[in-house]
C-alpha cells in the first residue's frame, strides 16, 4: 500500500546528495535528540565523547559528497530545511578544526577524526549504513545505526521506517502499483489527480488549502534554484574543474530561436533548465529532492519549460506535481529511488519516469497515456551504472540530469502518439529495473570503484 506524502518525497534540503547530504543530517539530528534524553538521566561528571562510523557507499564517497560536514550541521541541531549553506560548505575546512556541541547543558568536543570511513566490508543490510556511538569515559554506552535509503528517506531496523515524518493517516485510495491505480481511477471515474489529492490530504492530516500552500514552498524552490544557476558562471567546487555551463546553453537556446530552429532552440532550453538546478545543486546550494538530489535537475527543468515557454498555469503544475510524486511513490515502495542500491537507474531514470508523467498530466492526457510515458522514460534509463568521479555530483551527473528531462519530453511525445496499448506496462519495467539493479556490481552502485570514476587515470579509490 502506498502510504508516503508528497512531502516525504519532495523534501528541500542542501546538495549535493540527498543520500549522502540530506539523509545523514536527519539522522544525526535524530541521534542528538537520543544523546540529550539519554543525558538528561546520568551523570554529568564523566568524558562525553562522540564516534560516527560510515559504511559502504557513504565511506567510499562520503568526503566527495560532503557526508562529515552534513553529520556535523545534524549534531550542531541543524536540519536542512533550515541549516545555513555558507557554514554547512565551510565546515571542516581547517584541519583539527574543532566544534562544540550542547547538549542538556553538556558539552561535547567534536573533530573530524571522529567520523571513520569504513572502507572494508560493510556489515549491515544497507549500502549506505551509519553508526552513531556515545561514549562516557571512553566506554560505549549508546548506539544506533541509521539507513540513508535514497531521497533523504533514512531507517532503522527497530521499527523498518523513516524517521522525523508527518503523523500519518491512512490513504484514502489504496494502491500498491500503477495497475491498482488505473482500475481505482476507471471505477470510479474520478481522475488521477484528485485521487492523489484525497490520498496526500489523508495520509499528511493536512487541508486542500495547507497541501497546496506547500507544494507552491516546494515550487518557489525548485523554480528559484533554476532561475540561480541561469545566472551563475565559473567553476563548482571539488577539484575537478568542472565549469557551470547552464548560462551560456540558455544563451545559445536565444541565439537558435532567433534564426527559427524551434526544434534545437525547445531542447537547449530544456538542457539549460536541468544544468542550471543540477550545477546548483552541485555546488550545495538549495535544491528539492525529486526523487533525489542527485536526479534534482530534471523535474525544475520540465516546471520552468511548462511555466516559461508553454505557459502553463501554476495549479495545473501543482496537481501535476501530484501526478509525477505518485510516479516516484510506485517506484520507491516497488523498487528504490536509492543509486546506491540500483544504480542511476534508480535516480535519474526515476526523474525522467516522473517528469514524463509531469509532462502528459500537464499536457491534459490521461492515466493510460500518463503511465505510457513514465514507462518509456524509465525503460530508456535501464542499466545506467552510478560511477561520479571522484564522488562528486558533477562528472557524469550533470549532464545526466540534462538528457534525463529531454528524455521525459520525448517519451511524453511517443505515448501520446501512439495509437496501439503498449506491450510494456509501467509496473513491469520498474521490476525489471529493480531486478537489473540487483544485478549490477557493487562497483558501478555510488561506490566510485567503477566505470567513468575510475578510468582514464582518475585514481579516484577510496579515501582518495
Known sequence: MINTSFFELFKIGPGPSSSHTVGPMRAAFEFRQTITNYLQNCS????????????????????????????????????PTNVPITALNNFFTATDESYCLLLDEQKITFVESDIYFDYGHNPYRHPNTMKFVLLQDYVPVLEQVFYSVGGGFIETDKDEAATLMITKGTPTYIYSNMADLQQLQQESGVSVDVILLANEMAISLMTEQEVFARIADILEIMEQSVVNGLQKEGILPGGLQVHRRAKSMYEKAQHLTEQGRWGDALFARLNAYALATSEENAAGQMVVTAPTNGAAGVIPATIAYLENDCHVGRETISRGLLVAAMVGFIIKDNASISGAELGCQAEVGSAAAMAAALFSFC??????????AAEIAMEQHLGMTCDPIKGLVQIPCIERNATGAVKAYNAYLLASGRTT???????????????TGLDLSAKYKETALGGLATSFGWGNMPGS
Open 363 to 372: 499536457y491534459g492526457e490521461p492515466l493510460d497515456v500518463i503511465a505510457s
Open 421 to 435: 496499448q503498449p506491450l510494456i506496462s509501467f509496473d513491469q519495467v520498474v521490476e525489471v529495473m529493480r531486478q
Open 44 to 79: 554529568s561528571d564523566k568524558h562525553i565523547s562522540l564516534r560516527i562510523a560510515l559504511y559502504g557507499a557513504l565511506a567510499a564517497t562520503g568526503h566527495g559528497h560532503g557526508t562529515h560536514r552534513a553529520l556535523l550541521a545534524g549534531l550542531l541541531g541543524y536540519l
